[in-house]
């Protein structure tokens, strides 16, 4: 039996290069609604969400994020805001992140996350208030070309996982 979630997941790829053509706002509102639907410690969502999805816009953001000039060549991009006072807010939103990457990739969509910190003049550019932080800058595109087919450079599974204690081979 084929499990499509375990297929998004074990096919998911970081994508930087994007077609030129938008993703329709359906498939970007379902993106961010993952986002909202995520579990949060506490049910806290300490979290904001900004899609941009005009041209101009896109290219404007990109300007502002170092780790992320292909930012605009992408048909989308969201910015993922925490707030400041609560703890581990940036945990609860990487688990938000990573819901809109496997929602996006089902789709057909890739993405991948940018940031890293050093965001304020992407917080000001979107207007959050002072009370968040950007955590990320998410962009996403349908991809420009093929990439992996699923093939992953990863450890191997014995290396990194264990049955019950540390060392005992998991089965």
């Not at 049910?43 to 005009?54: A, D, I, K, T």
């Not at 955590?135 to 990439?147: C, D, E, I, Q, W």
Request: proline content about 5%; charged content about 25%; aromatic content about 8%.
């Amino acid at each position: 039996m084929s499990d499509p979630v375990f297929e998004v997941v074990r096919t998911v790829l970081a994508v930087r290069e994007y077609q030129d053509k938008p993703v329709p706002h359906e498939v970007m509102r379902r993106v961010v609604e993952a986002a909202h639907l995520t579990a949060s410690a506490g049910n806290r969502q300490p979290w904001h969400f900004v899609l941009v999805e005009e041209w101009d816009s896109l290219r404007e953001l990109a300007g502002l994020v170092r780790t992320g000039p292909y930012i605009a060549g992408s048909g989308a991009a969201v910015i993922v805001a925490v707030e400041k006072a609560t703890a581990k807010a940036d945990v609860d939103a990487a688990r938000a992140i990573q819901s809109m990457i496997l929602v996006a990739w089902a789709d057909g969509v890739g993405s991948n996350w940018t940031g890293f910190g050093g965001l304020e003049e992407v917080r000001q550019w979107a207007g959050l208030p002072d009370t968040f932080d950007v955590l990320a800058v998410v962009p996403f595109g349908y991809p420009k070309r093929k990439l992996g087919l699923g093939k992953k450079k990863r450890k191997p599974l014995d290396e990194i996982a264990s049955a019950e204690h540390h060392g005992t081979r998991l089965s």
